[in-house]
C-alpha cells in the first residue's frame, strides 16, 4: 500500500506545472530589469546605450516566453536558458568602463546563476518526465 502511495504521489509531481523553476527565471527577470535600469543610467548617451537597452529588452521577452514553457517542461527552452546564463555570466568579460560597478558584477552573476540553475533543473525534470511518461505509456 506504501509503494502505491509513493507512485501516486511521483505522477502526480510529474505532471505539476514546474512553477519552481518559472519562479527562478522570474527573479531573474526582475534582477535584470534592476540591472539595466542601473547600467543605463551610468551610461554615456549614445548608440550604445540604444543597443543595450533593446538588448535587454528582448532578452526580457526571450526569458518570459522560456519560463512559460518551462512550466510545461520543454528540453528545448531549458537549453535555451542555460545558453543565456552562461551568456550572462561571460557578459561581465565586456561590459563598458562606467557600469564596471560592483552591483552590476553582483547583479551578472547573480542573474547568471539563476539562469544556469533553473535551465539544468528544468531539463532534469523534462528527461525524467520523459522517461516516466515512456516507461508508464501514458
Known sequence: MFKKRDYIDQEITIFRPNMIDFFWLMVF??????????????????????????????????????AEQIKKYHK???????????????????????????????LY????????YAGVSSLLKSIFRSKFIKKEGV
Open 29 to 66: 527577470i526582475i534582477l535584470n530589469t534592476i540591472l539595466t535600469i542601473y547600467s543605463t543610467s551610468l551610461m554615456e548617451y549614445t548608440i550604445r546605450i540604444f543597443i543595450f537597452d533593446i538588448f535587454n529588452i528582448v532578452l526580457t521577452l526571450i526569458m518570459f516566453l522560456a
Open 109 to 116: 552573476i547573480i542573474t547568471g546563476l539563476l539562469a544556469l
Open 76 to 106: 528545448e527552452w531549458s537549453y535555451g536558458v542555460i545558453v543565456i546564463g552562461i551568456f550572462q555570466l561571460l557578459h561581465l568579460t565586456f561590459l563598458p568602463a562606467k557600469t564596471n560597478t560592483v552591483l552590476n558584477i553582483i
